[in-house]
């Protein structure tokens, strides 16, 4: 009888350190299969991007078709620099006829972390612009200047920006590639 008593203690207690043991190697597996799962994946960039801009130029209203393609990054990404080409049009349709047509080409610094980030632009525009409807045509050749505030979703692969310069105040959004 006392061995009896003897064995079904030792196989209780064993039976309880068993389940222990398995249910200890349960959770280990599952949290590893988990962990496992969820390593972080590297952050997908895109280099090329292309939006439309709306913007005010003295009186007329401007609408431009941009290229940009990134040239330098930091390792930080804290700083880009790309390279921006564009086509526009601009017009207003006052007291007088006004058309204005050209391309731009040019830089843009762009500064800081996460989604929002301030930009910099400089470069050229080389433009033809008339006045009236039978005027002739002069060339234009101003710098181009702007400052603002650009909003990048990697996730979505989307692109907004407000800026103010030489194109006066304008807004432009776009896709990433």
Request: with cysteine; aromatic share 12%.
């Amino acid at each position: 009888m006392t061995i009896i008593i003897y064995y079904h203690i030792i196989l209780k207690n064993n039976m309880q350190i068993i389940k222990r043991t398995c249910l200890l190697l349960a959770i280990w597996c599952f949290s590893y299969q988990v962990s496992w799962s969820q390593t972080p994946e590297e952050k997908k960039t895109y280099k090329n991007a292309v939006y439309a801009e709306l913007g005010t130029w003295t009186i007329a209203s401007v609408l431009t078709l941009n290229y940009e393609r990134e040239l330098l990054r930091a390792a930080s990404d804290g700083f880009r620099l790309n390279a921006r080409i564009g086509v526009g049009t601009g017009f207003s349709y006052g007291s007088d006829y006004y058309a204005l047509r050209g391309v731009l080409a040019g830089a843009n610094m762009i500064f800081g972390k996460g989604k929002n980030r301030f930009l910099m632009s400089g470069g050229r525009i080389i433009a033809q612009e008339s006045m009236g409807y039978g005027g002739e045509a002069r060339s234009l050749n101003p710098l181009l200047i702007e400052m603002g505030w650009r909003y990048e979703n990697p996730a979505k692969r989307f692109i907004a920006k407000v800026t103010g310069g030489t194109m006066g105040l304008s807004v432009g959004i776009g896709k990433t590639f």
